[in-house]
């Protein structure tokens, strides 16, 4: 495979990361004239008020890429010279206009995911999980409609409920760790890249292509939302991120002749590890604990580890080199035998077995340490 691939999608995501960069610059001098910030209180880390708009940059910079790539297929075939000079350009048109409507799909249940983060931003989140899931269902319904769906289950409607449960389950999931500053952002970044190297190896370019303008469009926002963030994505920009990433990789396929097994079509599991491991273990702890399942706490990842002894941003690194390792092994997958997936497998159940063991003795001894105080 050429080099030519990699150097479009770098220059895809270099692009994207210089609109995203200076929108969301303007987005926060925006927000903060019209009063559309998120006010400290309550469960929240932040002292002062912070604008909500940085989603709108995120999201517009990978939208404005996706719109322009279909102008530009359009534009360019009429152009003979373009494939003298690039030969490979007949062959990734011809992909990408098979895929335009599968494209077109993905950008209308974006709108609409982004529609309802943002009514939600701009309502200082009033809104609660019953008025949220059926706009994330119809949002899921139109993208699986358009042809983006898995094909690994026995029967087109079992593949039609995998991929709606699948959209909005990773929806969430990026939702969800959006509690420190940063964190969203760096995740998706690091779990597109992968993502993106994973598909295009396997020529699926236009998954790629997309997964590219994510990474690019999270890259330029993450210098403003670095603790102390300057701006928050919101809801407009996490829930659109994980349907973005959810609708990509549920239609690409990890495989190929040359894959001694077909274990890589989990890859997406590994890679989403880190969102998967947060959701699980705060909802299991909400549920053990009696209390509403999506009422927001502090007992996410993230939060456990500044209790461990972290500071809020080693928390956040902490959690990207997390994240940056079991993405490292879901890229292996694809070429391991059976024995390196199980290795691969393995090293990622005993790291997330490790964290949830010391977070707990951690809790444990201060449970200790409190009785012994009220004992004295």
Known sequence: MGWSKYA?????????????????????????????????????????????LGGVGIVGSVLLGLV??????????????????????PDWRSRLQAASPKLIGLLVGALLIFALGLIDDLRKGHLDYRSKFPPQFLAASVAVASGIRTQL?????????????WIVGITNAFNLIDNMD????????????????LTISQNQDYVAFSLALLVGACAGFLPHNLHPA??????????????????????????DVKSPTFVPVIAPV????????????????????????????RRHFSHRLVDFGMSE????FFIYLVEASVAMG?????????????????????????????????KNREGNSKESQAGR
């Open 68 to 89: 322009a790539a279909l102008v530009a297929l359009h534009l360019l075939g009429g152009i003979p010279s373009v494939a003298s000079h690039f030969p490979s350009y």
């Open 330 to 362: 879901a890229l292996l997958l694809p070429r391991l035998t059976w024995a390196g997936c199980l290795v691969v497998f393995v090293q990622t159940a005993v790291l997330y077995g490790l964290l949830t063991i010391l977070m707990t003795v951690r």
């Open 313 to 316: 941003k080693e928390a956040v």
């Open 8 to 52: 479009l999608l770098a220059a895809a995501a270099l692009t994207s990361a210089g609109i995203s960069y200076g929108l969301v610059h303007w987005l926060r001098s925006f927000a903060l004239k019209r009063g559309i910030v998120d006010l400290p209180g309550g469960r929240k880390i932040h002292r002062g008020p912070v604008p909500l």
């Open 270 to 297: 590994l890679v989403f590890s880190v969102p998967i491991f947060d959701c699980a273990s705060v909802l299991y702890i909400r549920w053990r604990e009696g209390r509403p399942l999506f009422v927001g706490d």
């Open 153 to 165: 289950m026995p029967g087109e409607l079992l593949d039609v409920v995998v991929s709606l449960l």
């Open 230 to 255: 300057k701006i928050f994505m919101g809801d407009a920009g996490s829930l659109t991120i994980g349907f973005l990433l959810g609708c990509s990789t549920i239609q690409a396929s990890y495989i």
């Open 182 to 197: 940063g964190q969203a952002a760096g995740v998706a970044a690091i779990s597109g890249l992968a993502l993106s190297i």
